[in-house]
């Protein structure tokens, strides 16, 4: 089993939280499908929820690299959707939601990498 922790404000509902990361588990191929990776909200906090994705992977030898696929999974999708992650710490809401577009996933020096990852 992974887990993936994440903390997201409050003015976004936790269902929608929930697809999010659900999502980002179904991109990670690595990741089996049964059991079914599930969030479970995990703290709520005075400016933010935490979540947990959990999710099970074949053998213990690919867990890192799995890990790795999947956080990286988590920030594109919170990113395409426009949902700013507030981990790790949160000190108040910018003017603007801090999320990088996909046209700038790729500025130098960044390497493009598969889709899928």
């Not at 929608?16 to 709520?44: F, I």
């Not at 959707?81 to 990088?100: F, L, R």
């Amino acid at each position: 089993m992974i887990h993936a922790s994440v903390t997201i404000g409050y003015t976004t509902p936790w269902r929608k939280v929930e697809s999010l990361l659900l999502t980002a588990a179904g991109r990670t191929r690595e990741l089996l499908q049964q059991p079914a990776p599930n969030v479970r909200q995990t703290g709520l906090s005075d400016f933010y929820v935490e979540y947990q994705l959990i999710a099970a992977v074949s053998t213990a030898e690919i867990r890192s690299e799995v890990l790795s696929a999947l956080l990286g999974n988590i920030q594109d999708v919170f990113n395409e959707n426009g949902e700013q992650i507030m981990s790790p710490h949160y000190m108040a809401d910018p003017e603007q939601k801090q999320v990088i577009p996909k046209s700038k996933w790729f500025d130098m020096p960044a390497k493009r990498m598969t889709e899928e990852t």
